[in-house]
Nanobody, 115 residues
Framework: QVQLVESGGGSVQPGGSLRLSCAAS????????IGWYRQAPGKQRELVAS???????NYADSVKGRFTISRDNAKNTVALEMNSLKVEDTAVYYC?????????WGQGTQVTVSS
């Protein structure tokens, strides 16, 4: 069973930065894509950013230019660098990996942006 473990969440003021990390229990090359979703209270879970096994990235319009996704193949980790954070970025952030017809989720990490 694939395990995804997130870390790096926390509280920050608007304009601040956070870095999330997702550690996979197996080589991330086995995934077609790996990335981050988020879910704010009362809202649906939405894609934030993803990266394919070939290195192609995809970002939600709301985070383009502020967030950067990257992968470390040697460590089997994927990171999300979040800059210029806004109050509306507050959510639980989930790591997500897709392999063929299988989809895996981490348990989530809370990101709170408030003054």
């Amino acid at each position: 069973q694939v395990q995804l473990v997130e870390s790096g969440g926390g509280s920050v003021q608007p304009g601040g930065s956070l870095r999330l990390s997702c550690a996979a229990s197996e080589t991330i090359f086995s995934f077609n894509a790996i990335g981050w979703y988020r879910q704010a209270p009362g809202k649906q879970r939405e894609l934030v950013a993803s990266i394919t096994s070939g290195g192609r990235t995809n970002y939600a319009d709301s985070v383009k230019g502020r967030f950067t996704i990257s992968r470390d193949n040697a460590k089997n980790t994927v990171a999300l660098e979040m800059n210029s954070l806004k109050v509306e970025d507050t959510a639980v952030y989930y790591c997500n990996a897709k392999a063929s017809v299988y989809v895996y989720w981490g348990q989530g990490t809370q990101v709170t942006v408030s003054s």
